[in-house]
């Protein structure tokens, strides 16, 4: 019988007691509940803010005073592939949306209304800026087709985990276009540490 650090390693897996996400990152342990806290979270959508500050840029949907809809537009791109300008969709000041949670993934987004019936590219960026979010790789892009999904349904996005008050960032292109806006909404997940 081997011992590792007094139990038995021939003792079931499932036998054994874990820390979870206080545990050793990215062992099985770790990841087991980080997928769990993921499927078994609350989520919270969010609107432009109605009066934006320098660490407020999101409001609850359904707010009083909330601004609607984050409107994203596209670069030129009838001549070269050209992105639109960042947006900012959340401040340092937005999250935790729920008391004592540190951890938030943007998970889910609603285009609610398009400029144009086109397929879109989507960029969700978390770091200081999103040129900052594309030079780390803390990136996510997606497709859109506005022809199918204008006006109701919800996209799943990937994206990674991010701490509380972290910024989070948007823009858009849509080939063969010159400009071509988006109004969204979009959702996150937050955990606890």
């Not at 874990?18 to 806290?37: A, D, F, K, Q, W």
């Not at 900012?88 to 998970?107: N, V, W």
């Not at 969700?124 to 780390?136: Q, V, W």
Request: proline share 2%; glycine share 12%.
């Amino acid at each position: 019988m081997i011992f590792i650090n007094g139990v038995n390693s021939n003792e079931k897996i499932d036998n054994q007691a874990t820390l979870g996400l206080l545990g050793t990152e990215n062992s099985l342990s770790y990841r087991v509940h980080e997928i769990e806290r993921h499927l078994h979270s609350s989520g919270s959508w969010f609107e432009a803010a109605g009066t934006p500050t320098a660490t407020h840029f999101a409001d609850r949907i359904g707010t009083v005073g909330g601004a609607g809809a984050f409107r994203i537009d596209a670069g030129d791109s009838s001549a070269a592939a050209t992105w639109g300008d960042w947006v900012q969709l959340l401040g340092s000041g937005d999250t935790p949306a729920r008391t004592a949670q540190t951890y938030f993934d943007p998970h889910e987004v609603i285009i609610a209304a398009s400029e144009r019936t086109a397929i879109h590219f989507i960029q969700f960026g978390r770091g200081a800026s999103g040129a900052a979010a594309l030079t780390a790789g803390t990136y996510t892009e997606f497709a859109v087709d506005t022809t199918d999904k204008a006006g109701g349904s919800i996209l799943r996005v990937q994206t990674g985990r991010a701490l509380a008050g972290s910024l989070l960032w948007a823009r858009c292109l849509c080939p063969g276009q010159n400009t071509a806006w988006i109004d969204l909404y979009f959702g996150i997940h937050e955990y606890q540490g």
